[in-house]
């Protein structure tokens, strides 16, 4: 189980540090004014000081009893933990799949996984979604906007 508070200051702290990753990042490209304008990095360090300072006051308030709802003894049980299982897992998979076997591959079995696996769909049903879907985003992307999505490791070997 997972209390309220827990919940609370991790995503502060997650969200502060990709706050703190902007900013930083920002600095390398250059925040101020140029002889040519405002410099590339303005806008992203401003962006990141907020998500930071927001982040702050987050873990604050989760931090401090009686502010928030943070006093709530249980904010994911067993069962909702797994149900966020169901959900995070596979688009975990498919994220790191992606690299590896392209995007195409990646959606046609990440759909498949999320309609035949949990038996929402029968697996002939799931397949035909899957072939669907990973055929709409070719034709889409590749032939109607021309631009080319990730074919991953797999279709550099084979040439494609």
């Known amino acids: 189980m997972i209390s309220r508070r827990a919940l609370e200051l991790a995503t502060a702290v997650l ?9 930083v990042s ?3 490209n250059g925040i101020g004014w140029s002889s040519a304008g405002v410099e590339s990095g303005t806008f992203p360090f401003l962006t990141g000081v907020i998500v930071v300072l927001g982040s702050l006051y987050n873990l604050a308030r989760g931090a401090l009893p009686g502010l928030t709802l943070a006093s709530v003894p249980i904010a994911i049980t067993p069962t909702e933990l797994r149900r966020l299982a169901g959900l995070f897992v596979p688009a975990a998979i498919f994220v790191a799949a992606m690299p590896l076997i392209g995007i195409y591959l990646a959606s046609a079995l990440y759909i498949f996984a999320v309609l035949a696996v949990p038996k929402h769909q029968s697996p002939m049903r799931s397949s035909m979604m899957a072939a669907a ?4 985003l ?3 992307f590749e032939r109607m906007f021309q631009v080319s999505l990730p074919h991953g490791a797999l279709a550099a070997a084979f040439g494609f």
């Open 15 to 23: 969200t502060g540090s990709f706050g703190v990753a902007v900013v």
């Open 26 to 28: 920002s600095l390398d």
């Open 133 to 136: 879907t990973a055929l709409g």
């Open 138 to 140: 070719y034709v889409v």
